[in-house]
């Protein structure tokens, strides 16, 4: 059974600042592959991003999603760069949308 992609807005956001064209297709490759087993890819997050997956793609570009099973959906929350350590890398910047309440837990 093939799950429906849904993107959040800050999720789009995040696509359209990426200048990279090639990058931006590899992404969107990537993402269609969790139409397929979305659990059996990527890892299972921990602490404040716990019940969120992430699967790398694009070199250092990460792709945090939630799956709702009952609605065969996969949500694609952030997309953004790998930085350890940095305010920009996308597992801050997750925690950040997610504190402010602009993404949630599926």
């Known amino acids: ?3 429906q992609i849904e993107f959040t807005d800050i999720a789009w956001e995040f696509l359209r600042e990426i200048s990279d064209r090639r990058i931006k297709q590899t992404i969107a490759r990537r993402i269609d592959s969790l139409r397929d087993d979305p659990e059996k890819q990527g890892k299972p997050l921990a602490g404040k991003l716990a019940g969120f997956r992430s699967v790398h793609t694009a070199g250092r570009y990460r792709i945090i ?3 709702e099973r009952e609605r065969i959906i996969v949500y694609v929350l952030a997309v953004g760069m790998r930085k350890e350590g940095d305010k920009k890398d996308i597992y801050n910047l997750a925690k950040k949308l997610l504190k402010l309440g ?5």
Do not use: E, F, R, S
């Open 102 to 106: 602009l993404i949630t837990p599926p």
């Open 65 to 67: 999603y939630g799956i």
């Open 1 to 3: 059974m093939k799950y």
